[in-house]
């Protein structure tokens, strides 16, 4: 059964530093992974989708990256600022034919102006 | 991408009575998807809405606590059923579709049971 993990589970920055969000996941024969980001009481926003053939994926200033064999994806966003400030999700779509997608347990960040 | 919106946006409801909320998509869909998310927690997939044939449910969730109707490609609705406070979630209706076969989500409903 595929379990999805995200750490750190919360994390409070300065504006303009640079970060990282990390994702595992247990079962690496997946379809794809998707990076989502919810503001409080709301729905989720797409930020990036990466396919299980590719090794990351930009959007401004973010980067996601990921390693399929390893179970891991990273969320890199560059010079925070404290709108970036929210909680972020990642989500794995598994490979078996399903169109189903698991969630992470999700990084709350505070971006601190 | 696709647009999709939820109404109600929010709802507080009395114990033991039932909530309809529906999702509506600007474009027709393959595959619709009902998620809750309770307080402080990820989300959970409560089930599958499938055109014209019954949803198919999660473990842990069934028909008669959560019905749901797909009458066509670009609505559905879920019903919350005999609500308890345990139901206080935030509704998620979100397709997937595109080449890439991405993700979307509506905007949530968030139910208050009291």
């Known amino acids: ?113 | 991408s696709a647009v999709i919106s939820q109404k109600p946006s929010r709802d507080i409801c009395q114990r033991g009575t039932s909530l309809t909320i529906q999702c509506q998509v600007d474009s027709q869909v393959t595959m619709m998807f009902w998620y809750r998310q309770q307080p402080g927690q990820s989300l959970t997939l409560i089930a599958t809405a499938n055109q014209g044939s019954e949803a198919t449910y999660e473990s842990g969730f069934v028909i008669d606590k959560f019905p749901i109707s797909r009458p066509n490609l670009t609505f559905s609705t879920l019903t919350v059923s005999n609500m308890s406070p345990e139901d206080s979630s935030i509704y998620l209706c979100s397709v997937v579709g595109g080449n890439s076969y991405e993700q979307y989500f509506g905007p949530g409903t968030r139910l208050t049971v009291t």
Do not use: H, M
Not at chain 1, 54 to 78: M, P, V, W
Not at chain 1, 87 to 92: D, F, I, N, W
């Open chain 1, 1 to 113: 059964k595929q379990e999805v993990t995200q750490i750190p589970a919360a994390l409070s920055v300065p504006e303009g530093e640079n970060l990282v969000l990390n994702c595992s996941f247990t079962d690496s024969a997946i379809y794809n992974l998707q990076w989502f980001r919810q503001d409080p009481g709301k729905g989720l926003t797409s930020l990036l989708l990466i396919q299980s053939s590719q090794r990351e994926q930009t959007s401004g200033r973010l980067n996601a990256s990921l390693d399929k064999s390893s179970g891991r994806s990273t969320l890199y966003i560059a010079a925070s600022q404290p709108g970036d400030s929210a909680t972020y999700l990642c989500a794995v779509r598994q490979a078996s034919g399903t169109y189903k997608y698991i969630f992470g347990t999700g990084t709350r960040l505070k971006v601190l102006a």
